[in-house]
Protein backbone atom coordinates (compact mmCIF):
# COMPACT_ATOMS: atom_id res chain seq x y z
CA UNK A 1 0.00 0.00 0.00
CA UNK A 2 1.46 3.26 -0.90
CA UNK A 3 1.94 6.03 1.63
CA UNK A 4 0.59 9.11 1.12
CA UNK A 5 1.36 12.44 2.54
CA UNK A 6 0.42 16.21 2.25
CA UNK A 7 3.18 18.72 1.70
CA UNK A 8 2.48 19.96 5.05
CA UNK A 9 3.54 16.45 6.91
CA UNK A 10 6.65 16.94 4.84
CA UNK A 11 7.62 20.04 5.96
CA UNK A 12 7.07 19.26 9.66
CA UNK A 13 8.09 15.40 9.49
CA UNK A 14 10.96 15.66 6.74
CA UNK A 15 12.95 13.15 9.24
CA UNK A 16 10.32 10.37 9.80
CA UNK A 17 9.31 10.45 6.05
CA UNK A 18 13.53 10.49 5.21
CA UNK A 19 13.89 7.51 7.05
CA UNK A 20 10.78 5.71 6.14
CA UNK A 21 12.02 5.97 2.78
CA UNK A 22 15.48 5.06 3.80
CA UNK A 23 14.58 2.11 5.70
CA UNK A 24 11.57 0.13 3.15
CA UNK A 25 13.04 1.30 -0.11
CA UNK A 26 9.56 2.88 -0.97
CA UNK A 27 8.54 6.17 -2.02
CA UNK A 28 6.71 8.60 -0.29
CA UNK A 29 4.04 10.16 -2.62
CA UNK A 30 3.54 13.80 -1.57
CA UNK A 31 -0.10 15.55 -2.41
CA UNK A 32 -0.29 19.74 -2.77
CA UNK A 33 -3.70 20.78 -2.25
CA UNK A 34 -5.14 17.25 -2.03
CA UNK A 35 -3.41 16.43 -5.32
CA UNK A 36 -0.90 14.92 -6.05
CA UNK A 37 2.43 16.64 -6.52
CA UNK A 38 5.94 14.62 -5.70
CA UNK A 39 7.20 11.54 -5.29
CA UNK A 40 10.14 10.94 -2.83
CA UNK A 41 12.54 8.05 -2.29
CA UNK A 42 15.76 7.18 -1.16
CA UNK A 43 18.75 7.79 -3.54
CA UNK A 44 19.76 4.01 -3.43
CA UNK A 45 15.88 3.79 -4.22
CA UNK A 46 16.42 6.11 -6.94
CA UNK A 47 20.15 4.75 -8.40
CA UNK A 48 18.40 1.50 -8.34
CA UNK A 49 15.36 2.72 -10.48
CA UNK A 50 17.49 4.52 -13.37
CA UNK A 51 20.07 1.61 -13.67
CA UNK A 52 16.75 -1.02 -14.38
CA UNK A 53 15.54 1.94 -16.94
CA UNK A 54 19.23 2.00 -18.61
CA UNK A 55 19.46 -1.82 -18.41
CA UNK A 56 15.62 -2.04 -20.39
CA UNK A 57 16.86 0.71 -22.34
CA UNK A 58 20.32 -1.67 -23.54
CA UNK A 59 18.04 -4.68 -24.05
CA UNK A 60 15.57 -3.16 -26.11
CA UNK A 61 18.30 -1.84 -28.36
CA UNK A 62 20.07 -5.52 -28.29
CA UNK A 63 16.51 -6.78 -29.19
CA UNK A 64 16.66 -4.36 -32.38
CA UNK A 65 19.96 -5.40 -33.05
CA UNK A 66 19.27 -8.99 -33.18
CA UNK A 67 16.24 -7.98 -35.09
CA UNK A 68 17.88 -6.38 -37.78
CA UNK A 69 20.20 -9.14 -38.54
CA UNK A 70 23.26 -6.87 -36.65
CA UNK A 71 24.81 -9.97 -35.09
CA UNK A 72 27.98 -11.31 -35.29
CA UNK A 73 29.17 -15.22 -34.84
CA UNK A 74 30.86 -16.24 -31.04
CA UNK A 75 34.22 -16.99 -33.32
CA UNK A 76 33.90 -13.26 -34.62
CA UNK A 77 33.50 -11.97 -31.40
CA UNK A 78 36.63 -13.65 -29.59
CA UNK A 79 38.52 -12.76 -32.86
CA UNK A 80 37.65 -8.93 -32.32
CA UNK A 81 38.97 -9.05 -28.57
CA UNK A 82 41.84 -10.91 -29.11
CA UNK A 83 43.04 -8.21 -31.86
CA UNK A 84 41.77 -5.03 -29.41
CA UNK A 85 44.13 -7.01 -26.72
CA UNK A 86 46.39 -7.93 -28.51
CA UNK A 87 46.64 -10.96 -28.17
CA UNK A 88 46.72 -12.21 -32.06
Known amino acids: MPR ?13 ISNFCNETNSPV ?5 GRGDL ?14 HELYALLEA ?17 NDLRKELGHE
Open 4 to 16: IQSSTDLRNNYND
Open 39 to 52: AVMSIQAYERLVGK
Open 62 to 78: SEQDVTSGRTKSLKDVM
Open 29 to 33: FITKN
